[in-house]
């Protein structure tokens, strides 16, 4: 290698080690503030999600039923932290809410559209209860 190559070697290696130790920060930090892990983690499944739902516009699938489906999920999945955040003493609340979105993720594209209305409505059910059974 000549005077130029090594140089610019030597940048790379520098520039390298500076975000192998940003990135350890980084880490640090999500560490010690989970709410960011989870705001960045999240991001990606809604990516994955889009996606998906992209996929399926394309293949004449029926899409907007597939991102209802996953704003249900999310729905589903704030329910049970607010239950879980007021401490719910009905532990059958909680169970029934995570049995209900394991049922909403299992069910297939092809039968959503048809199901979907009972979804809605047992979120609906399910949200009376956590406010009314669950200290504030």
């Given amino acids: ?12 290696v520098i520039k390298f080690i500076i975000w192998i130790i940003l990135l ?10 989970p709410a960011e892990k989870i705001a960045i983690f999240s991001g990606f499944e809604v990516m ?11 293949m004449n699938d029926n899409s907007d ?13 704030e329910l049970i932290r607010i ?3 007021n401490s719910c003493e009905d532990p059958q609340l909680i169970q029934e809410l995570k049995d209900t979105l ?9 039968t959503i559209q048809d199901v979907m209305p009972w979804y ?3 979120a609906n059910e399910l949200k009376n209860r956590v406010s009314k059974e669950c200290k504030n």
Avoid: G, H, W
């Fill in 1 to 12: 290698m000549d005077k130029e190559m090594k140089q610019i070697f030597k940048n790379n």
């Fill in 24 to 33: 350890f920060f980084c880490f640090l930090y999500t560490q010690k503030y």
């Fill in 48 to 58: 994955v999600q889009r996606v998906e739902i992209i996929f399926n516009k394309f």
């Fill in 65 to 77: 039923s597939l991102k209802n489906k996953f704003d249900y999920e999310k729905a589903y999945e």
């Fill in 83 to 85: 239950a879980e955040a």
């Fill in 102 to 110: 394991t049922s909403l993720q299992n069910e297939p594209i092809k």
């Fill in 120 to 122: 809605i409505r047992k």
